[in-house]
C-alpha cells in the first residue's frame, strides 16, 4: 500500500499522534473480517483502501473497522502490523492513542489485558523492526464525561514504563474541556502525561481552554490557534509541543490545501512541532509521504526533518533511558 519510492523513506522519524486502530492497514482488517466470516464490504473501496466522505462518516467507517478487532489476541496482532509498516517507513520511536472503551468496555481488568497483549507485540516489534513504541490511553470525547472517567480509571492502574501518556480524541466539537477535567486530574495524579486534541476543528478558545482547563504539555493538531497570535505566542512560551498532522488537516479540509497549511507559520513563530500522520490508511498518507509533501510544498530538507524528529523526541511521553537510547538512533 505504500510506495517505496520516497527521498525521505529512511530518515529517522518520531511520530507522536497516532491512533492505533487507525493506522490499521486496509488489508490486515479485511484479512481478519474474512477470518471472522464478517462482511466489511461496506467500508473498502475497489482498490482495496477505507472509503468514507467527511469526518462524521469517518467515525463510523473507523468504528466499523473496529468491529474485527474483539479481543486482545487481534489487539496484539494489529499493533503488529501498525509498528512493521510505521518501521518501514522509518519511524524509529511512536506513541499510540489506545482506548480503554474500545479495549474491554472501559473496564479495568478487560483493559489489562488487552493493554498486556499491546506491550507484548511492542516488545516482539522493538526487537524485529527496531521501533519503541509508547501507549498513550484516550478518551473518545463523543461518548460522554462518565466514559472518560471510566478510561481514566483505566489509565491509572496501568500507568508505567509502556503506558505513559493520557490523552483526549474523538469528536472535538462535543462539549468542553473542563468536562474532562476531573479525569485529567486523576492522570496526572498517577504521573501520566497529557496531551489533547484541541483547535483540528475547534478556534483558538478551544486552544485556550484545552491549555487552561486539562494542563497539557502537548496538544493534538493545534493549529487552529494560528488565528489568533497572542495564543500562538502562549504556546511558544509554555513550551507546548504541537502534534501536528498536515496530512489528515488537508484530506479532511481542516485546512484547504497543503500550501495553506499553518505548520511554518508556527514553526517560526517558536512554536514546538512535530509530524504525524494521524490515522494514515484512512487519509492515504504515510510518514514519508508527509515528508514528500512538506519538501514540494515548503521545501524542506534535511535540517528541518532532523528539527523535526528532535522535538519530538524531546516531546515524547518516555523515561529519559528511553530517551537517550533512542536518541541515538536520530543521529
Ligand atoms: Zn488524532
Given amino acids: 500500500m505504500t510506495e517505496p519510492t520516497s527521498d525521505w523513506r529512511d530518515i529517522p522519524k518520531v511520530e507522536l499522534h497516532l491512533h492505533l486502530e487507525g493506522a490499521a492497514p486496509p488489508a490486515f482488517i479485511r484479512g481478519l473480517a474474512a477470518e471472522k466470516g464478517m462482511d466489511l464490504s461496506a467500508i473498502f473501496r475497489p482498490d482495496g483502501g477505507y472509503r468514507y466522505e467527511g469526518f462524521e462518516h469517518f467515525l463510523q467507517v473507523y468504528e466499523a473497522a473496529c468491529q474485527v478487532l474483539t479481543g486482545p489476541e487481534e489487539f496484539r496482532r494489529l499493533t503488529l502490523a501498525v509498528l512493521e509498516e510505521s518501521a518501514s517507513q522509518g519511524v524509529v520511536y511512536t506513541e499510540a492513542f489506545l482506548s480503554p472503551e474500545f479495549c474491554g468496555g472501559g473496564d479495568v481488568g478487560a483493559w489489562r489485558e488487552y493493554l498486556a497483549a499491546i506491550q507484548d507485540a511492542a516488545m516482539q516489534a522493538e526487537r524485529d523492526f527496531g521501533i519503541t513504541l509508547r501507549g498513550c490511553a484516550t478518551i473518545i470525547r463523543h461518548l460522554g464525561p462518565d466514559k472518560g472517567r471510566d478510561t481514566a480509571r483505566c489509565a491509572v492502574e496501568t500507568a508505567g514504563d509502556f503506558l505513559t501518556g493520557f490523552g483526549l480524541a474523538g469528536a472535538e466539537m462535543m462539549g468542553r474541556p473542563g468536562d474532562y477535567a476531573w479525569s485529567f486530574d486523576a492522570a496526572r495524579e498517577a504521573g501520566l502525561r497529557l496531551t489533547a486534541h484541541a483547535g483540528e476543528w475547534g478556534g483558538p478558545d478551544m486552544v485556550a481552554d484545552t491549555i487552561r482547563d ?36 488537508v484530506f479532511l479540509g481542516a485546512v484547504p490545501s497543503w500550501k495553506d497549511h499553518p505548520l511554518p507559520k508556527l514553526m517560526a513563530r517558536g512554536v514546538k512541532c512535530t509530524v504525524s500522520t494521524d490515522d494514515p490508511p484512512f487519509f492515504h498518507t504515510t510518514m514519508s509521504n508527509e515528508y514528500d509533501m512538506l519538501e514540494q510544498v515548503f521545501d524542506f530538507g534535511e535540517s528541518e526533518f532532523r528539527h523535526l524528529a528532535e522535538t519530538g523526541l524531546a516531546g515524547a511521553f518516555c523515561d529519559e533511558a528511553t530517551r537517550e537510547r533512542v536518541r541515538k538512533r536520530l543521529a
Avoid at 216 to 242: C, P, Q, S, T, W
Fill in 214 to 249: 486539562l494542563k497539557v504539555e502537548r496538544i493534538g493538531h493545534g493549529i487552529n490557534a494560528i488565528r489568533d497570535l497572542a495564543l500562538v505566542d502562549d504556546i511558544a512560551e509554555k513550551g507546548i509541543v504541537l502534534e501536528v498532522c498536515p496530512g489528515s488537516n
